[in-house]
């Protein structure tokens, strides 16, 4: 592939990214909202998250297997229109078990993010790929940005359930906008897969969870995000009680968050993993992380709480991107979508139990329970990282 062949496929397979993490972030902040509108409590709020989360566990090892079998293309293809097609029935769900279970089968077409990240690094040299990595995540948080501020100006929660129609609609269109992307620019990136090698599953799994650096990366991911993903969930009702926002602000919050992410995730992260390497920039990461969690859970208003806001979403920009680019570099090319597809399913197991504990945290102790929870948590995810330095010297 040429240098500007590689250029396009790039600029291609952000636009997609965008779309379709954009239609994603215009769910996220009105999701809370959304199940109140069918009277559920705290926990039955965080199932909304964890029936995706479960969802997500079981499409992510499935969908980056078969892209490195079949290809990407055609993964992608099918998976993001049928995200398209669930968010569509969420909008007219009559029930919120309906909603469950739809939220579940939208987690298991939405699971494809290994294989974006496997197409991202099939046109990557291995020593651009933390750069690269970096620049795929200021494409998700433009994503965010712009998601959550639309979701946030369209809903009208008064209204019900039906208040929240229109901006689902609106993230289904996004998603078929996405597929239609991948349909007419996308061409496919996968390289040859040799004929003769097709592992057992469990010989994958030992290979992964033996690799000294692929398995603490995952358990970095795991440990991070059973937190993060609490206080995701929780964050709307969190904010209703302390500050009494609703979805308009969090919109407006999430979108100058993201827009901090996308530079800070396209310009800084490569910058500091070619300066110091990706395990170390990883560490700082985490810190900064640890020290925003602990600002907002503390934060005597909403102004210094949307600065440890600010803190978390800088530190995820310089952190996950190099999760990614250590995996990709410690695992075989043959197997990219595969080794990611692990780390994947791992974060979306800890999405499942995080906000479930994030429920019972905000409902039996206190609303600001699950930031506590989430700082304690950054301490072993920082042993691990240490532990990634120490065994990829040449890496990190």
Same mark, same amino acid.
């Given at each position: ?50 029936? +995706?989360?479960?969802?997500? +566990?079981? &499409? ?31 909008? +007219? ?41 970096? %620049?795929?995540?200021?494409? +998700? ?23 929240? !129609? ?60 059973? &937190?993060?993903? &609490? %206080? ?62 602990? *600002? ?17 979403? %800088? ?11 250590? *995996? ?31 429920? !019972? ?36």
């Amino acid at each position: 592939m040429t240098l500007a062949e590689e250029r396009r496929a790039l600029v291609v397979l952000l636009g997609v990214i965008y779309l379709m993490i954009a239609g994603f972030g215009l769910v996220i902040p009105l999701l809370p909202f959304f199940a109140k509108a069918f009277h559920a409590d705290a926990g039955e709020v965080t199932l909304m998250f964890s029936a +995706f989360s479960l969802g997500q +566990f079981i &499409g992510e090892p499935f969908w980056g297997k078969l892209s490195d079998r079949i290809g990407r293309r055609p993964v992608l293809i099918g998976t993001i229109a049928m995200v398209g097609v669930s968010y569509a029935a969420l909008a +007219f769900a009559p029930s919120i078990w309906a909603a469950f279970a739809i939220r579940f089968l939208n987690g298991i077409f939405a699971g494809n993010i290994s294989t974006l990240q496997g197409a991202l690094a099939d046109i990557t040299p291995p020593e651009r790929r933390a750069q690269r990595m970096g %620049i795929m995540g200021a494409a +998700f948080s433009a994503g965010f940005t712009t998601g959550p501020a639309i979701g946030g100006l369209l809903a009208q929660p008064a209204k019900g359930a039906l208040g929240f !129609q229109l901006p689902l609609l609106v993230a289904a269109g996004f998603a078929f906008a996405s597929a239609l992307a991948v349909v007419l620019f996308v061409r496919e990136s996968r390289p040859e897969r040799p004929a003769h090698f097709s592992p057992v599953r469990t010989a994958r799994l030992r290979e992964g969870f033996g690799h000294p650096v692929i398995s603490r990366v995952v358990m970095i991911s795991f440990i991070v995000v059973v &937190g993060f993903a &609490g %206080i995701e969930a929780t964050y709307g009702l969190w904010t209703q009680t302390r500050f009494g926002w609703g979805p308009r602000q969090i919109g407006l919050a999430f979108m100058v968050i993201g827009v901090l992410g996308a530079v800070c995730q396209g310009w800084l992260c490569g910058r500091l993993a070619r300066t110091y390497g990706e395990a170390r920039t990883l560490t700082g990461g985490l810190v900064m992380m640890g020290l925003g969690i602990a *600002i907002q859970g503390l934060s005597p208003n909403w102004m210094v709480a949307i600065l440890g806001f600010a803190f978390v979403c %800088i530190g995820q920009s310089i952190c996950f991107p190099n999760v990614s680019a250590l *995996i990709s570099r410690a695992a075989p090319p043959d197997r990219q979508g595969e080794m990611l597809g692990l780390n994947m399913s791992g974060m979306a197991l800890a999405r499942i139990g995080g906000p479930i504990m994030a429920g !019972q945290l905000f409902a039996l102790i206190q609303p600001g329970a699950p930031f506590a929870f989430s700082a304690v948590l950054i301490l072993p995810a920082l042993w691990f990282a240490w532990s990634v330095i120490q065994r990829t010297p040449r890496l990190a």
